[in-house]
Nanobody, 119 residues
């Protein structure tokens, strides 16, 4: 079992930055693919970004490309999401997720952290 705990969310003005962290426990996630998703009020959860186990490959949703960077520190069992030039439409609950690279669906999910961007 893997437990994921997000932190770093909060209230920020448009144009500002936030850095989210996702700390894993229960077992090492160094071999797992890690990702961030978000869910805005009244909307479905959507993919934001992912990173492969060694950090060699990442992908981003078009809505955040160029403004967000995912990274991981396998020694700390932690994944980060740096978000810059934030917009009000980035307001959402951000979830961390992980999975074995061979699996299609993300199996482990955190409880989420609220990010609110004011205009």
């Amino acid at each position: 079992q893997v437990q994921l705990v997000e932190s770093g969310g909060g209230l920020v003005q448009a144009g500002g930055s936030l850095r989210l962290a996702c700390a894993a426990s229960g077992r090492t996630v160094s071999t797992y693919t890690m990702a961030w998703f978000r869910q805005a009020p009244g909307k479905e959860r959507e993919f934001v970004t992912h990173i492969t186990r060694n950090g060699g490959r990442t992908s981003y949703a078009d809505s955040v490309k160029g403004r967000c960077t995912i990274s991981r520190d396998n020694a700390k069992n932690t994944v980060y999401l740096q978000m810059n030039s934030l917009k009000p439409e980035d307001t959402a609950v951000y979830f961390c997720a992980s999975k074995d690279p061979l699996m299609i669906q993300y199996v482990y999910w955190g409880q989420g952290t609220q990010d609110t961007v004011s205009s």
